[in-house]
């Protein structure tokens, strides 16, 4: 079946203007995750949504940053007045629920250039 | 909170040749423990897990590892690798009884030569 899809595939802005970024999770997934992933570093985690409980968003690094998740589906990430900082490769997870929800599922990630 | 450390950022072998990457971790609770391997330019794979049960895990392509308790590891190994397993792979731990939020390792590049 198909995977975790994200879109653009790669994305390049300028200082200061907002960006969004689309990640379509595996169907029926509860569960979807978004990432960080620096240059040469780990994963670096962003925020978790559960069904429809509400997110965890305690690793977001700022108020630019905000994401959302419509119909417990397709999630949106979006960075408000981009910092060069923000370059990095952006990627979306989904889990299923009950017993494989300890398993993520991994977009192929869009990559931010900020210039 | 957990953390995990992989010592080592880079591991060079040749093709055929055996490999272990190494991992570590601390947490105060029980852990759940995974392997992912990422290929250029592309999203995270699960390569094995551990839940319960047998401390030796065996995953795809060849590869298992073994959690050892005492050592609070998870080092990954296979026998004999191949030019394609060239690729970053990362450690990964969740607290059991928590949120189902993952901690990673940096990564380990695991470049093999002809």
């Known amino acids: 079946g198909a995977g975790v899809s994200q879109s653009p595939s790669n994305k390049v802005t300028e200082k200061g203007k907002d960006v969004e970024l689309r990640c379509d999770p595996i169907?029926?997934?509860?569960?979807l995750y978004w990432y960080r992933q620096r240059l040469g570093q780990g994963l670096e985690f962003l925020i978790y949504f559960q069904g429809n409980s509400a997110p965890d968003k305690s690793g977001l690094p700022s108020d630019r940053f905000s994401a959302e998740r419509t119909g417990g589906s397709v999630s949106t990430l979006t960075i408000q007045r981009t910092q060069q900082e923000d370059s990095a490769v952006y990627l979306c997870a989904s889990s299923p629920p009950a017993r494989g929800r300890y398993e993520q599922y991994f977009g192929p990630g869009t990559r931010l250039t900020v210039t | 909170a957990q953390s995990v450390t992989q010592l080592d950022s880079q591991v060079p072998v040749f093709e055929e040749a055996p490999v272990e990457l190494r991992c570590n971790y601390s947490?105060?609770?029980?852990?759940?423990l995974f392997w992912y391997v990422q290929y250029p330019n592309q999203g995270l794979q699960l390569l094995l897990k551990y839940l319960s049960g047998s401390t030796l895990v065996k995953g795809i392509n060849g590869f298992e590892a073994e959690f050892n308790k005492s050592q609070t590891s998870f080092h990954l190994r296979k026998p004999s690798v191949h030019i394609s397993d060239t690729a970053e792979y990362f450690c990964a731990v969740i607290a059991s009884g928590g949120s189902y939020i993952p901690t990673f390792g940096r990564g380990t590049s695991l470049i093999v030569h002809p």
């Open positions: 947490s105060s609770v029980s852990v759940y």
């Open positions: 169907s029926g997934h509860t569960a």
